[in-house]
């Protein structure tokens, strides 16, 4: 580990490109390797529960079909041991002791891998942007070392996994509690995400500055919700400004009150902030959510990871379009491809997390192959998201029309049975056409 990148015992950077697995005993293996992921994060589920899995099966699982197949395993404890409970969403540093005290107990179990693996300590635990936080994982990490762990430590943010706060105000103290300094900190983009961004039309300067946007969207451009005549929270904070002309003092961060307001064609913004001296606005400048936008927020946790010497990944992101129990419209294509400007690892959620019975996934979900669940065999296995993370298509149809495997088609190529179809749209980014800067 140095200034935020990984690297291997021969000294080559290793940047993650892969997949999270859902299911360490689903059949997916043989489909993860034909993807072209170098790290695969897979979960353990019901660690220490009587009669549950034999942690064997986990080391097997890392061993024979991932390390076996060139791909690193972040091994992911996904319960408070000895409980069917979900360790996502605890705040109780008594859990995370009682997960720590199972990865203790098993040491000699993974030890004959310690070189080849990573341990996601426990997914998405935590509080935001909390001092408990700090310290429960400060104390995890000299359990573990202390125990004979020597690989990377990966540990997600708090806030089931979204808070940004966690690891700008206490990621620096955490890496350097660990002797080892090996620490890998893990964001995942869902529902706090967004790629909220438009023009400005003007700005009426006073105590509070309001900010009319170019914009005539039926809805306001920072609350979808809002329609002019409902509610108009926004939960917005704080946005940033680029690129204005003649009151250049709005450029950069600036607070507001967490209210929209305006109508279609005249939608504003209301800033917590005194421009009655400011020269007058004369044009120009984008406006987006300080907080939320899915491009600053990675590009401020890729400066984290420069200054603080840990290495910082994005462990989970979904397909978008508003899917899920924390839907965002951020795309994968937005997310992979602001991640590899930063040069931060990035993992899908996931390979084969079904909504369907018998293991099967449409395109309503998460998974990435229609069948198996994670079989890949041939295109047409996956999902639109499956194409978007393995082959790079940016505008994915049902049933993998559209996006054949390599060699990649011309644009006027569109396949057969998909009358209407664009013309496939390739991003530089994925599974198959990005290069990592090693492979495991």
Not at 57 to 66: C, E, G, M, P, T
Not at 106 to 116: L, Y
Not at 152 to 159: A, Q, R
Not at 160 to 176: I, M, P, T
């Amino acid at each position: 580990m140095l200034n935020g990148k990984v690297y291997d015992a021969n000294g080559y950077e290793f940047r993650m490109r892969g997949v999270d697995r859902c299911h360490f005993d689903s059949n997916s293996a043989a489909g993860i390797t034909r993807s072209g992921a170098n790290a695969v994060r897979f979960f353990m589920y019901d660690i220490g529960v009587s009669g549950g899995p034999a942690t064997s099966s986990f080391y097997d699982v890392a061993l024979n079909q991932h390390i076996a197949n060139k791909q690193m395993p972040i091994i992911t404890a996904a319960n408070v041991a000895g409980t069917h409970t979900g360790s996502s969403g605890d705040t109780s540093s008594a859990d995370l002791a009682t997960i720590v005290s199972w990865w203790v107990s098993n040491e000699s179990v993974f030890a004959p891998i310690m070189d080849k693996i990573s341990i996601n300590i426990a997914n998405e635990w935590g509080p935001s942007n909390s001092a408990t936080w700090e310290t429960a994982y400060e104390s995890a990490i000299t359990d573990l070392r202390n125990a004979g762990y020597t690989c990377p430590l990966v540990i997600d943010t708090g806030g089931s996994g979204q808070d940004d706060q966690d690891l700008l105000n206490y990621a620096q103290d955490v890496f350097n509690s660990d002797p080892q300094k090996n620490i890998i900190f893990s964001i995942h983009l869902y529902g706090g995400a967004n790629d909220y961004s438009t023009g400005i039309q003007s700005v009426h300067q006073g105590t509070n500055t309001v900010v009319t946007l170019a914009s005539n969207s039926a809805t306001h451009p920072f609350a979808p919700n809002f329609d002019g005549t409902n509610n108009s929270y926004s939960g917005i904070s704080a946005y940033s400004f680029s690129g204005v002309q003649g009151m250049t003092q709005l450029n950069g961060e600036q607070p507001a009150p967490q209210n929209v307001g305006g109508s279609q064609g005249a939608w504003t913004i209301t800033l917590s902030v005194d421009s009655t001296s400011w020269p007058a606005y004369t044009g120009g400048g984008t406006v987006v959510d300080y907080n939320g936008n899915y491009q600053l927020r990675l590009a401020r946790l890729a400066a984290l990871g420069q200054s603080t010497g840990a290495a910082i990944i994005v462990g989970e992101f979904g397909p978008g379009r508003n899917i899920g129990p924390s839907p965002t419209l951020v795309t994968p294509d937005e997310i992979i491809s602001a991640s590899e400007a930063n040069q931060l690892g990035w993992l899908a959620w996931a390979w084969d997390d079904n909504n369907l019975g018998g293991g099967q996934t449409n395109n309503a979900w998460f998974g990435m192959t229609y069948n198996g669940p994670g079989v890949y065999a041939v295109d047409s296995d996956l999902t639109m998201f499956g194409q978007q993370i393995v082959e790079g298509c940016i505008n994915p149809a049902p049933g993998g029309c559209g996006c054949p495997d390599s060699p990649v088609p011309d644009d006027s190529v569109v396949a057969p049975g998909c009358q209407g179809t664009p013309a496939p749209e390739y991003s530089n980014y994925s599974l198959k056409l990005a290069q990592p800067a090693t492979v495991y």
